[in-house]
């Protein structure tokens, strides 16, 4: 559906034939002989040639006229149905991607990784990697034995006289002989992936294509394997083998199999299979478990549950009957004989071997061996004809369900297409709310991608029940945290219920909610509820977020229960009922434990579920899973904010002073006060030296420092009969007053008061940076040991001004009073006066001392004060009081800003420092003995500034708090001729050369430049960077630089994956290895999505599309889109708030913003037209919109 040359309008896209690069294609013979008319033809060809250069330079700028997309491109990367093509795939570059891992709402996910070698599919399995069924190998290993260990596939084939024995897909030897070696493509859809080998000497075709079945309450995976016979003149023979080399019985962890994998093979059984030989058909229907736990404990564990596989063949859905299940060969020993590698079937393509329908009803091994599960079949394919083996591998909780509920199910003619088709439908339905249509298919594709891999980070919002009085309740389904074969170090978990979801960071779901509220208006608040619910009394939060929780409220338990259609009621299914209903639940394991229970309530499940959750009370969920507080999380709760405004600017006095109050969040560890922070260590650099550390940053329970007053306020959280929590311990466990021993809350405004004012007493030395001071970096967390070497980052300290300027705007436009705890108000008094003093000072470096040091210490006495509970007293402060304290707080954040940016010599905004003590005191008594092994504490008393190398964060960040044009223009100048600009890939860079920075700064120093966090293209920081272009209205810089930033308009062989994916990071040209510049790594799941999607945001609908002036609110629609996206007759739609559908008619195609709309019309729900003359949407209009009543908008330019 589109080839390279479709994008001409944007990007000159690369072509294997050099005569086709560039926008026209010229090929004119010039004769050389010197006569007055071939020189005149000379004239005119140089004139051309001039002509066609000065075009492709306007071009280049964006001044080229709108040129029609070029459809005859010789070289397609989509196939048909709009699928990437990776031609020779398993010869290109090594990546590593994965199926999206959707059960649909009303189904069970099961998650599966490929790279681009074997068969593709290297693991898959439920749940986490403790549970493959292939075994989850890094990708390092994956690239390595899938070939091997993965899907395989063994056929015989016999044409006239000619015998011949083949495995497709399995790696080539030998020389690189085009003529002999199979072409290999791999296909990647949204939602499935099919591998192709195309060999032309065999006169034969295989394609394998897998997705994962939604909407069933069983995981599984589908493999469909396709044998073609390409020879249109003679018939082929062939007996197939098919499967997978070795399947991981279920019980067995990923851990236990690294350690002990020749011992657990002890406990490996393949169930339902006898020995083979026993049964008539061979084995058909094999499930894979262990017998009992491994866990060397009194208590023993039973294993039911289990990993099955079934394959047939389903060539017509139209015919009745059911299919005959394929047999299968378990026993690897009956394939492959003593060649224990894996690499050629030994016994099954001996001539030795007997036909197909013998081999497979052989006696064999079904214990104590890692099994195989190979299914069998021969026939013969006439000319042309081909046979596609539908093989299902999935989980089941016992055997009986297996046989006797699922294989009826799978196997029923139509089944395993209409899945197909559900699987797509799936995922199109998702990113329907972002749907967009313009000039270039390529970018519609990659807008679509994007937000799935959004979703699968931050959370699909679905809204459960909405009375239209009530606020509506908001449901996050189909997140996970961002683990994978390349990002090995994150445990993902995606659960197996329905509503499926997985626990996140903090940071990574807060950045991917962003446009929640842009694509589905109904969430509202919440997200920014939730997220600062999460903040605590001393400003930080915890790691691990997971979807809400639910809980019946107490008073409406009995009339629920009775409200069910229950199929078999009786006392003791109440009983069950009201155990289950009494504890808090998601809406998934609610359905399971109904199972479990034997519990059939009658009618819809959508209708079951909103009468559950409208009697109950949702929780947000939160874990605090750390070894310290990270120094950015909270920065990017005011993104929701924003984008919130951006659409309900009218709500802004309400969400501040009157939507609900915001708990505390009540983490097991607190910040250490100073004097317990540093450390006193014997200088690296000077061997009779000593410096200051801070290697224990925090205080977590249990540990003989924590507070006892904490632990106790602690446990009565956890026996307040309302404290919420799952089974992993997410959970919410509020903050409580002393007055009523209820949770403590504060406003919005005042939780964003006291969070920003915190951090802004938590700057450096010289009142530059926000300190790292618990114990972790901010966004960049390679930079993991500058907090132990008493680090601060620029990028926290312009997200704070960005609060309080914000919080001043709020202050002045309501001028009403704030409600503040106590405790914290005497803190900001004391803090205000040391502002006030300050003023009064030369602002030297003594000064700046001064006020840190007062800082931090009355910051240590209000945590004291709230180290267990709040007093629950509330101190009333007037507007015309808060203003002054804030605008001071201003002013001394900027005169640090101005001293950060003195010290770089280039002006570009610095990222990160860190302090070395050069003078101390001691405070321990030293006439104590010290403990062995520990050191005196101590308090720095005057610190040296390092500045480290430039590192993108810091402009970037610096661009939020700008207001400037010019002086925006200039940190764009500044970082493009910097050494953080990567000329021959023509991108950004994380950061300039770090060469001569020690070790001691963060395991960044352990990457070779270019590499991982060192120096490389990060898309996150790099897509921040556009996006602040594009916010800084540079709209000529933004789309230039996209152009070859931007994922979809890179050259996708030099990236070595689908244009659609972004990858975590590319590696840049300061990477000793030219072969992999460009080349991008981690694939997917990142924040680079959320940055993207904001700036897909503003260039639909415009940078503040809703507008509340006077009191009144207003629509109207200012995109910010370039000639060459609209299609050649001037048009471009997008789907505006989820559900809107807007076309852009723009026949001169001029750049929107530089042109204003004639009139509009707009379609309401009832199919009414309404016309309006200018396209500016007065309050009605607006809020009909906003409200979902209107379903279509035409804009005239």
Known sequence: IMSTHSYQGLVNERD?????????????????????????????????????????????????????????SKLELFDDLGRFVLRDFDTAKPMSSFLAGLGGVWGVPMWAFYVNRGQGITSFGIQNKDNAI???????????????????????????????????????????????????????????????????????????????IPNEDFPALVRQTTITNTDQSSSLEIEILDGLARLIPSGLSSGVLDAMGRTMEAWMNVYNAGTGAGFQNGVTQPFYHISQGVADTAKVQIIKDGHFVLSFIENNDTVAALPDLLPFVVDPYLVFGTDTTLSYPTLYFSDKAPPLSAFVRQSQGTTSRTPCSFSGYSTTLAPGANITITSVYGHAQDLESFVGYYTPKIIRPGFITKKRQEANELVDKITERVSSNTGSALFDAYVKQAFLDNVLRGGLPIILHDDGINKPIIYHTFSRIHGDIERDYNFFQIDTTYYSQG????????????????????????????????????????????????????????????????????????LKLNSILTKPFRIGTLFNDFKSNGIIINGDKNDIVTKIVAASEQVTAGQFAQNGFWADHWTYTYDLIDNYLTIFPDKQEYLFYDSSPVPFYFSPAIIKPREDRYTLIDDPESPNGKSIRVYNAISAAGSSDYPLERTLAAVEIVNDPDYVVDIYGAGAPWQKNLIDKKPFTVSVFVKLLILSVLKFSTLDPLGMGVEMEGGKPGWNDAMNGLPGIVGSGMPETYELLRIIQNLIKVNDASQRSIDIPVEFYDFLITLNEALEQYQLSSKDEAAEFGLWDTSNVAREVYRKKVVAYFSGVYQTVPSSEIGPILQNIVTKVNIGIKRALSTTQTGISPSYFYYESVDHRIVSNLSIPLPPGTQPKVLPVKFKLHTLPIFLEGPVRHMKITSDIDELRNVYNLVKSSGLYDKPLQMFMLSESLEGMAQEIGRMMAFSPGWLENQSVWLHMS??????????????????EIKTGLVPFMDHKRYGRSPLEAASFIVSSAFPDPNLHGAGFLARLSGSTAEFLSMWQIIMAGHNPFQYVNKSLTLKLSPIIPRWLFNQDGELSFTFLGQVKVTYHNPSLTDTWKITPKNAVLVDSFGHSIYDDDAIFDDITANKVRNGEIVAIDVYY
Do not use: C
């Open 16 to 72: 294997d034939d050099p005569k086709s690069s560039g926008v026209f294609d010229i090929e004119s013979p010039i004769n050389t002989e010197k006569s007055p008319i071939n020189r005149r033809w000379i004239y005119i060809v140089l004139l051309i040639v001039f002509t066609v250069l000065i075009l492709v330079l306007l071009s280049a700028r964006g001044d080229l006229p709108y040129i029609q997309p070029d459809k005859t």
């Open 134 to 212: 292939a075994k989850f190998n890094t990708a390092e290993k994956a690239y390595q034995q899938t070939p091997f260990t993965g899907f395989r596939t063994f056929i015989k084939g016999k044409r006239g006289d000619k015998k011949w024995n083949t495995m497709p897909f399995f790696p080539n030897s030998g020389p690189d002989n085009k003529d002999v070696v199979p072409t290999r493509n791999m296909i990647i859809g949204m939602n499935e992936m099919e591998v192709e080998e195309i060999n032309k000497e065999l006169d034969i075709q295989t394609n394998i294509l897998y997705y994962t």
């Open 503 to 574: 626990p996140g960071n903090f940071r990574d779901v807060n950045q991917n909610r962003r446009l929640d509220v842009f694509h589905t208006p109904k969430i509202g608040t919440f997200n920014i509820h939730m997220f600062l619910s999460f903040v605590q009394a001393d400003g930080y939060n915890p790691l691990t977020v997971a979807t809400t929780n639910f809980k019946v409220k107490a008073s409406k338990l009995d009339s629920l229960i009775k409200s069910f259609d229950i199929t078999i009621r009786n006392d003791a299914i109440d």
């Open 1023 to 1040: 897509y921040k960077f556009y996006l602040e272009l594009l916010r800084a209205h540079l709209y000529d810089e933004f789309f230039t």
